[in-house]
Nanobody, 128 residues
C-alpha cells in the first residue's frame, strides 16, 4: 500500500502560480501511474492530470491544458503539479492518487475508480 501526502496549496490571486507536491512512501513509487484530482464545494471529484508509471505519457483535463503540468521525480518519490495562470474556478481541494496496479498504461486515467491510494488533500484558493 502506498501512502501519499500532498503539500503546496495556498491562497493566490488570479493569474498566479502554485506548485503542488505529493510525497509517496510504501509501495515502489516508480511502478505506478499517478494522478491529480480536485473537488470544489458542492461539486463532484474532478480529474485534473495524470502521468504514466514510465513518465512517458501525460493526460490533462481540457480546462487545465496549457496551464498545468504534471511531472514526477523518481529519486524523491514525489509527483508535482505545476499550476500557472490560475483562475478562481481552480479553487478546490487537490488530491493526488496512485494507480491500483503497477506498470499499467491501458487504463482510464480520468476515472477515480482506477486509483487505489489517495492523499488527504491540499487546499488551493484562487481569489479574483
Amino acid at each position: 500500500q502506498v501512502q501519499l501526502v500532498e503539500s503546496g496549496g495556498g491562497l493566490v490571486q488570479a493569474g498566479g502560480s502554485l506548485r503542488l507536491s505529493c510525497a509517496a512512501s510504501g509501495r515502489t513509487f516508480s511502478n505506478y501511474a499517478m494522478g491529480w484530482f480536485r473537488q470544489a464545494p458542492g461539486k463532484e471529484r474532478e480529474f485534473v492530470a495524470a502521468i504514466s508509471w514510465s513518465g512517458r505519457r501525460t493526460y490533462y483535463e481540457d480546462s487545465v491544458k496549457g496551464r498545468f503540468t504534471i511531472s514526477r521525480d523518481i529519486a524523491k518519490n514525489t509527483v508535482y503539479l505545476q499550476m500557472n495562470s490560475l483562475k478562481p474556478e481552480d479553487t478546490a481541494v487537490y488530491h493526488c492518487a496512485a494507480d491500483s496496479r503497477p506498470y499499467r498504461t491501458n487504463y482510464y486515467a480520468s476515472s477515480p475508480a482506477e486509483y487505489g491510494g489517495w492523499g488527504q488533500g491540499t487546499q488551493v484558493t484562487v481569489s479574483s
